[in-house]
Every structure is written in C-alpha cells, then in structure tokens.
C-alpha cells in the first residue's frame, strides 16, 4: 500500500483523518466524542465541555440571531461510561437547555433523552406542550429505552413540571417521573443526596442577572427588520403640516417621535427587567405603563425646543404604549407566569396598548394644524 502523503504538491496541508464515527450524509456535531454500543444500537457519547463555538453559539442566541434553529436532534445521547442502571437526564433540544445539561453531568455516566420541543427552552416548551407528556413517552418509545436500561426511572427537570403529567408517563409508558431541580447546576448535588432535592433546588430565582442576560433578546424583538419602515413611517408623519410637507419638520419632529419610541424600548425592554422587582403592580403591562409614563416626560423634559400640548401627548402615549408592550413581552421569560395568566394580560391591555398608539398618531399629526 502506497504511504499517505501529509505535504500536498499544492494547496494547504491535508486536514486529519476522518473519525471513525462519522456516517455518509450527516454531519456530526462537535461535542459528540464516540459511538456507545448498546442492545439497540450505537448511542453517541457527548463531551460535558463547552467549547469556544459552545459558548459563541449561546453569545449568538442571547442577540437574538437565529435563535429559532439553535437545536440539536432529538433522542438518545450519553455521558460518561454509562450502564443499565445510571440515570436518565431529560432536556429540551433547544441547545442551551442542552449545553446547560451536559456540562452540569461531569464526572457522572449517564443518559440524556432529548425531547423535540422544536428548539424551544424547558419553561417555554412546557407552556407550549411540546415538553410533553406524550412527547417523553414519544421519545422513551423511539429510543428503545426500556431495553437500555433496567431501572425505568426518569429525571425530568422541575420547570417541565407544567407540561407533563407523572402519573400518565408512567402509565402510557411505565416509567416513573422524578422531578429534578429546577436549575442544572444543582443536578450533582440532587444526584449525590439519592435523587432527592433539597428546598433551596425547588425554588426559581430570577436575579438581576439572569434578567439582564434576557435582554439583548427582548431588544432583537421590538426592534425587528420592520424597525426602519416604522421609522420611516414616523418621519413621513412628523413632515406633514399646513404647507402639505415639509422635510425639515419631518427632520425635527420625526426625531422627536423616534426619541419617544426608543425611550419606551428601553423603558419596557431593559429598564423593567433590570427594576422588575421594585415596580409597583404585579401585571408586567402596568408595570410598562409606569415606566413608559416616565420615559416618555424624561424625553419631553430633555428636549430643547417648544412643544405642543398634543405633541406632549402623542409622545407619551407612544412611549407608554411600547413600554408596556415590551413590558408585557418579557412576561414569558419569567419562572413565575402560567400561560394561562399570559393569555389573560394580552387580552386585557393589548387593546389599551392599541388605543395608545392610535391616539398618539391622531395627535402627532393633528398637532402642526392646532
């Protein structure tokens, strides 16, 4: 057999070899390291290091940059040197939730049954029932894991809690639930004490950080790719007057208008994740609406110039009526909301919200002629 040559006549030296895990027609992810053989097949062996493209890949999401396909392939993956009786770990196949199981599971074997939640996080999954019963049943079926392993016992994280139903896993598929801790960093310890939490694992937090880690997301989501028309909307609005248009109206007052509305932004998208817990009222909306009515005079205070009572007006009504959408949009970010208690926000303010914003358009425009 001919000796392989690394030093190519031409071009870049040659790359390394192939892994002997690799299949024609997929490609592997970076973090899987081996193939386990198990009664029903090879089960690949994911690494518990998060890895610079890991944590450039998270960087991504929290900005909001394609943050609706960052998942990996629902089913069957393992960690360590496991066997029949090492415990099963059930996750999300949103890649955070996925990267923040694995690297909590050093030094432990075990399995990870991963569930389509269509590249959606735990808490969300389960509000939208893709972290679901039928879905952890679905899954315990496909992998065949009742003939990996012996013990039939599931480790499903807490804040799943809302989307699956212990008692009908087990008799759809006779498994039993336990219910783990909410966050993956308490999972050694959980693991150590024989599978029993502690109170401090039950209770969500929701710090300062973790809210503010929430917030270049909520920022990619009001201010989308129809920002610009928006803007140019607004310019087009503040130039209209009684000489029919004027472009240097539409230059003075559209920037007048565009500092209202960013101030309602940051009022409802950074402002009250960041005071959450020190904003009277308990509806995220309201709280919105308090801190919009700020901004929105703290713009108008802030401005050099005259403006009218109904400028005055339209400005904060649109910066209350952002705020407080944006306000309203973190509601399902938190660990304290039922879906149920979101539904019943939207439908009582976004009318309000609706109405705001109208009634800022009416005035904003109307002002030039009054």
């Known amino acids: ?49 998060l890895v610079m493209s890991d944590q450039m890949g998270a960087i ?4 909001g940059y394609k943050r609706n396909d960052y998942k990996v392939a629902p089913g069957l993956y393992c960690v360590g040197s496991p066997g029949p009786e090492d415990p099963v770990f059930v996750t999300a ?14 030094g432990i074997s075990g ?26 049943c679905r899954q315990v079926k496909a992998t065949q894991l009742d003939k990996i392993i012996k013990h039939r016992e ?21 498994f039993k ?20 939490a502690e109170p401090h694992m039950r209770r969500p937090t929701f710090t300062l950080a973790d809210r503010l880690v929430l917030v270049p997301v909520e920022l990619s989501l009001i201010l989308s790719r129809t920002t610009v028309l928006v803007l140019f909307g607004i310019m087009l609005l503040s130039g209209i007057g009684t000489e029919i248009f004027s472009i240097s109206a539409a230059w003075q007052r559209g920037l007048m208008a565009i ?24 509806q995220f909306a ?57 539904e019943k926000e939207m439908r009582r303010f976004m009318p309000v919200q609706a109405l705001a914003v109208l009634g800022a358009i009416i005035a904003w425009v109307a002002a030039p002629f009054i």
């Open 93 to 106: 196949n949103y890649k955070l939730s996925f990267d923040a199981l694995r690297r909590e599971l050093t």
């Open 259 to 282: 500092a209202a509305l960013f101030s309602g932004v940051i009022a409802g998208a950074v402002l009250t994740p960041a005071l959450l817990p020190w904003i009277p009222g308990k």
């Open 60 to 63: 991504r999401v929290r900005l």
């Open 111 to 136: 399995w990870i049954l991963v569930l389509d939640t269509r590249g959606i996080n735990v808490w969300c999954a389960a509000g939208k029932k893709t972290f679901s019963t039928e879905e952890v």
């Open 1 to 49: 057999m001919a000796k392989i040559d690394d030093e190519p006549c031409c071009g870049a030296p040659a790359g390394p070899p192939s892994s002997h895990i690799e299949r024609p027609g997929y490609q592997l992810w970076h973090f899987v390291e081996d193939l386990v053989e198990t009664p029903v097949g090879p089960v690949p062996k994911v690494s518990t290091n």
């Open 286 to 342: 309201l709280k919105g609406i308090i801190l919009g009515l700020m901004a929105g005079y703290a713009t108008i205070f802030l401005h050099k110039g005259n403006i009218s009572t109904l400028e005055i007006a339209a400005m904060v009504l649109s910066a209350v009526a952002i705020s407080s959408y944006a306000a309203m949009n973190f509601t399902g970010a938190t660990p304290y909301t039922s879906p149920s208690g979101v």
């Open 177 to 196: 639930v336990i219910w783990g801790p909410v966050q993956a960093n308490d999972i050694p310890e959980f693991i150590r004490a024989g599978k029993k």
């Open 154 to 174: 599931l480790i499903l994280p807490q804040l799943g809690a809302p989307g699956v139903s212990a008692f009908d896993v087990r008799k759809a598929c006779r």
